[in-house]
């Protein structure tokens, strides 16, 4: 069974930093792409970063610069570092984990994470 758990969620104020970790068990993330979304209330859940099995890593625009993904495989750990909050990027953070699985893909998702940033 496959189970994503994020943690490192947490209010803080605008210009702070917030560690996100993403565990995983069930899946080995070095062999999956690997991501991060986000979503804010009344919007849709949009994609933040991800990291592919080669560790080529894309960012959304929004973020460039300021966020960092990275992946610990000893731990089976993704992370997303963010740095230079703004309140917009306020919203609840989601690992997602997408797997080959027959002639597609699955995806797999954890709980998710509230991030608030106060102006």
């Known amino acids: 069974q496959v189970q994503l758990v994020e943690s490192g969620g947490g209010l803080v104020p605008a210009g702070g930093s917030l560690r996100l970790s993403c565990a995983a068990s069930g899946i080995i993330f070095s062999a999956n792409v690997v991501s991060w979304y986000r979503q804010a209330p009344g919007k849709q859940r949009d994609l933040v970063a991800a990291i592919t099995t080669t560790g080529r890593i894309n960012y959304a625009d929004s973020v460039k610069g300021r966020f960092t993904i990275s992946r610990d495989n000893a731990k089976n750990t993704v992370y997303l570092q963010m740095n230079s909050l703004k309140p917009e990027d306020t919203a609840v953070y989601y690992c997602?984990?997408?797997?080959?699985?027959?002639?597609?893909?699955?995806?797999?998702w954890g709980q998710g994470t509230q991030v608030t940033v106060s102006s």
């Open positions: 997602n984990a997408r797997a080959a699985s027959g002639l597609g893909h699955r995806d797999y």
